[in-house]
């Protein structure tokens, strides 16, 4: 098992904070963006890691049923990243999704390479894919089709403001 390096951004003094309840008026807001479109989507797609809770949310937000994930790698550390973003397995099944209305969620669009990269596999599998995130940031190489807000800001998000926990605190409470 692979344990994810937690980004430490408590160092940061200019950072946009996103808390558990804003996050609740963010899906809500997007997925009426989303919703008084003229796009239905079929199938939701979340970008793990960061667009699992999103996705998540906008899937009941909107009603949609279907969803799957799609694993990439590409930060490695606060604004650090890999040279170029890199799906990992398992894979998601894109002969299942030809032809389909995809909606494709990822919490921050902020270089946009790991959008591009998933909007461009799906594409060319020839599904009709859209995007939506949460935050989007001026240097996106893609510009998102439903953001919820701009910021250049480094963002901490409420899933991934802690690190992970220790396996060491596990079965401690109550007396066990």
């Known amino acids: 098992m692979t344990t994810a390096y937690h980004a430490d951004s408590s160092a940061l003094v200019d950072k946009e904070v996103l808390t558990w309840e804003g996050f609740g008026i963010a899906i809500r807001e997007l997925a009426t963006l989303v919703a008084d479109s003229s796009f239905r989507p079929e199938v939701l797609v979340a970008v793990a890691r960061g667009g699992l809770i999103p996705g998540g949310g906008l899937s009941y937000a909107l009603g949609i049923k279907l969803t799957d994930a ?5 930060y490695t550390d606060v604004e650090e990243t890999l040279p170029d973003p890199v799906l990992l397995a398992p894979h998601l099944d894109t002969d299942s999704l030809k032809g389909g209305r995809i909606l494709v969620v990822d919490d921050v669009a902020d270089s946009g390479r790991t959008l591009a990269l998933v909007l461009d596999l799906l594409q060319e599998h020839g599904a009709e894919a859209r995007s939506a995130v949460i935050y989007g940031k001026s240097r996106s190489v ?4 439903y953001v919820w807000r701009q910021t250049d800001r480094w963002i901490v998000f409420p899933w991934s403001a802690e690190p992970p926990v220790s396996g060491a605190l596990v079965g401690t409470t109550n007396g066990d």
């Open 70 to 74: 799609i694993n990439v790698e590409f």
């Open 142 to 145: 893609v510009t998102p089709d």
